[in-house]
Structure formats: structure tokens, C-alpha cells
């Protein structure tokens, strides 16, 4: 970030933001070696390039450039379903699957939406990070968007607490208009899908991570949550 007089982010810090996982690093060391020795001499340490914060701003449905670290709901373009929520599948006995509800006029869960990028609004384009909003009732629990693979429907997008979880990172791209889809890469990028829709045999529209025509969605910019509570 931009510390002092800096006129572009110079300063490595650590970020106040509990969700906030920070930048990529690529860590590299002049080892001979497929790994990183521990004790390695001389290890350089360097950003991975993201997504320039020239790129083209996300927009919500209106048109407006949405902020980032912002409140949303996640809604179909046409009223053919309902927005995203979370709710208990299979043997969960809390609700840690994603799905899109089946009902119209129901906008879902609220989501905050992240972006790494040292900007003031999403880049289209960028990695992202997406999680639902703390309740009384989870308390503390993590409910920050992860993917799970090896599951009878295939891979699917999870809050966390499932083990085995992929890592890798969401990233939004703009489709056409105000209208985004959703990629998960893994981290090495070897693998990359769209979030998907799929349903379970309990008719669940479950967000899936496959090679299929994407879940394509627009955004309903929401009042901060210090906004919303006055």
C-alpha cells in the first residue's frame, strides 16, 4: 500500500482485515531444488501480477461502480430463480452448502465481496474473496466461499468447514452489460471452471465448479453494514 508520501504502493504491510488474505507472493529460491529448502539463502520475494487498477470497474445492475470490500446480493438477470443463500445439504448439520434459491422474490444472503487489488472498486478481472455475512446464530464461524471436490454432484462451492477444500482463488468477469460470471483457478492455475448451477436429488440448485455454460448473475449494491444497522 501507499504509506507517507509514496505516490504508488510501495509499503509491504500486513492487512487490519480478518478476510482480507492479502496479495499473491511468488517466493523463489536459488536452490537446485523442486522445493524451497528450509533455511534457503538469498529466497526473493515478489507480487504476483494482478489485475491493473486501470481494468475496467465491476458495475451493479444500475450501471453504478460498486465498491470494493462491498455488500451485495447475487441475483439472476432474469427472474427465473432466487438469489444466493446457504443452507444444510446431505449430512451437514450446519448450512455450509451454496446455493441459488428456487424462490423469485428471494434475494438471498447478503455477501461481501473483496478484491486484493489496492483499489476503491472491483476490477473486472480480479481475484476475489466472497463470503457471507457473521449471524448470531453461526457466531464466529467462517463463512468465507471455498471449493470442495470428490462430492457425489462434483465440485462444489462450500462455506468453510468441509476438509480437503481446493486451494485456489474466485475471481468475476464481466460477460456482457452489468452481467459477471464467476472462475475458481486453482493456485497453480492448472485448472480452471465456471461456478455453475447443478442440483442434488433434492432439487437443491447447488454453485458447482465445472467446464459448463457458467451461472451468470448481476449485483444489488447493499447499504454498509454500519449504514445498514442505523
Not at 28 to 43: C, M, R, V
Not at 137 to 158: D, M, R, S, Y
Not at 175 to 194: A, E, I, M, Q
Request: with cysteine; hydrophobic share 35%.
Amino acid at each position: 500500500m501507499k504509506t507517507g508520501n509514496e505516490t504508488i504502493p510501495l509499503s509491504v504491510v500486513q492487512s487490519p482485515i480478518e478476510i482480507d488474505k492479502g496479495l499473491p507472493l511468488t517466493i523463489t529460491s536459488p536452490s537446485d531444488s523442486l522445493f524451497i529448502p528450509n533455511g534457503s539463502p538469498y529466497a526473493s520475494v515478489s507480487y504476483t501480477h494482478l489485475p491493473s487498477t486501470t481494468a475496467q470497474p465491476v458495475t451493479d445492475l444500475h450501471g453504478n461502480i460498486v465498491r470494493n470490500g462491498g455488500r451485495f446480493f447475487i441475483l439472476p438477470p432474469f427472474t427465473v430463480a432466487g438469489g444466493i443463500r446457504r443452507i444444510k445439504t446431505g449430512n451437514e448439520t450446519i448450512p455450509l452448502s451454496v446455493v441459488q434459491s428456487p424462490i423469485e422474490i428471494d434475494k438471498g444472503l447478503p455477501l461481501t465481496i473483496t478484491s486484493p487489488s489496492d483499489s476503491l472498486f472491483i476490477p473486472n478481472g480480479s481475484p476475489v474473496f466472497i463470503s457471507f455475512e457473521l449471524t448470531p446464530i453461526i457466531g464466529a464461524f467462517p463463512l468465507e466461499w471455498t471449493v470442495v471436490a470428490g462430492l457425489p454432484e462434483g465440485t462444489l462451492v462450500k462455506v468453510e468447514g468441509y476438509p480437503h477444500t481446493v486451494p485456489g482463488s474466485f475471481s468475476i468477469h464481466r460477460v456482457r452489460d452489468n452481467t459477471y460470471k464467476l472462475l475458481f483457478c486453482t493456485l497453480d492455475s492448472s485448472l480452471c471452471g465456471n461456478v455453475a448451477i447443478v442440483e442434488d436429488e433434492a432439487k437443491n440448485r447447488l454453485l458447482a465448479v465445472n467446464q459448463k455454460h457458467p451461472y451468470e448473475f448481476v449485483l444489488e449494491q447493499l447499504p454498509s453494514s454500519s449504514a445498514a444497522s442505523k
